[in-house]
């Protein structure tokens, strides 16, 4: 079979990795491949098993032999880099591990240019803007504070995925996610954590006094966003921030999640993170918008959503 777009995805998955994956699979014109270590993704997140046009595998992307095997036996057109250790508690208890995801991005660097891929996207994090210099987060004018490994980490990956760019032409995608979430994302995170909670009688809870500021972005506008980046030929050789721009505070959230889920859960509060709790954090969203040319689907039908898909 003749496919138009053979694609891997590292971190395939995973809560955006794994959405992905399965919107690319629906289009018979792509062939996928998915490789993730599943250390905190799952195969239930792994396209429709009734599509023959994907397949996945188990690997770790920062083991270059391993990598290598699959990379040089399909010459993939478009490669997704998404495969990170993630989590604020995570990648704060393991610094060292986190550091390591830097061979990762250099092991796919290489590989894309020695066998041919037409372009490369990565997944860096809001995090790399650090405590908020300027709201909204701009890709050109707010400066990169990056402080904590996590952060560090996709700061250099941006500039390891640019530099291969200048020095071999290998063309590049940097995506800075903002918060995203939805019903495959994991209950370390805030909004499917406090779901769960809510859902099952417990309180809600809440760091510090709650007035730190996010905001939440649903995972079906961040895949049409990337999609349409690699269907229309768009933000090549471009960073460009994905998230949403409606800020809402953590205590809000937490109120608004109670509300929905019927009315009854409590909030209690907890300590102050002692680090990486950001104040705030919005991004602009302008390249995003003028992609995706709809409104964004707004947080009380997200949380609904998520309600639904956890009440099963
Ligand atoms: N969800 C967000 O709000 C958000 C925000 C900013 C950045 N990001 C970035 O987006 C990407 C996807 O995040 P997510 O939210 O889907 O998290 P996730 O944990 O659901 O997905 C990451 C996936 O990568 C896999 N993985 C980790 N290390 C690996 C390795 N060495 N080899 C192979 N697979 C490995 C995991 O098993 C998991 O399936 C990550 O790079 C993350 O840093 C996410």
Redesign the pocket.
């Known amino acids: 079979m003749q496919y138009q777009r053979k694609i891997l995805i590292?971190?395939g998955?995973?809560?955006?990795?794994g959405a992905l994956a399965g919107c690319l699979a629906k289009d018979p014109a792509n062939y996928v491949v998915v490789?993730?270590?599943?250390?905190?993704?799952s195969a239930t997140k792994l396209p429709d098993p009734k599509l023959p046009n994907w397949r996945f595998i188990k690997?770790?992307?920062?083991e270059q032999p391993a990598i290598a095997s699959v990379m040089t036996s399909t010459a993939f057109d478009y490669v997704f880099h998404?495969?990170?250790?993630?989590g604020v508690q995570r990648t704060l208890n393991h610094p060292l591990l986190v550091l390591r995801?830097i061979e990762?991005i250099k092991n796919i660097l290489e590989l894309s240019k020695n066998t041919g891929v037409r372009r490369v996207f990565y997944?860096?994090?809001?995090?790399v803007y650090g405590e908020p210099f300027e709201i909204p987060q701009n890709e050109h004018t707010t400066p990169l504070n990056s402080r904590l490994p996590y952060a560090i980490v996709?700061n250099l990956g941006e500039s390891f995925f640019k530099s291969y760019e200048q020095e071999f032409g290998l063309a590049y995608t940097i995506f800075r996610?903002?918060?995203?979430?939805g019903p495959r994302?994991?209950e370390d995170f805030v909004l499917p954590k406090m779901v769960a909670a809510a859902l099952t009688g417990k309180p809600l809870t809440v760091y510090g006094d709650g007035s730190q500021t996010r905001t939440f972005c649903y995972v079906d506008d961040n895949i049409e966003t990337t999609r349409r980046a690699l269907y229309d030929d768009l933000l090549i050789n471009e960073t460009a921030n994905v998230g949403s721009d409606h800020e809402v505070t953590i205590l809000e959230l937490a109120k608004m999640v109670a509300h929905q889920a019927g009315g009854t859960a409590l909030i209690t509060h907890l300590p102050p993170l002692p680090e990486g709790d950001m104040t705030r954090r919005c991004p602009d969203i302008s390249k995003m918008k003028a992609i995706l040319g709809r409104e964004l689907v707004p947080l009380r039908l997200g949380i609904e959503r998520l309600i639904k898909s956890k009440r099963g």
Do not use: P, R
């Open positions: 590292t971190g998955a995973g809560n955006i990795g490789v993730d270590d599943l250390s905190t993704g690997l770790d992307v920062n998404y495969a990170a250790v993630v995801d990762g997944s860096s994090s809001s995090e996709k996610f903002f918060n995203t979430y994302q994991s």
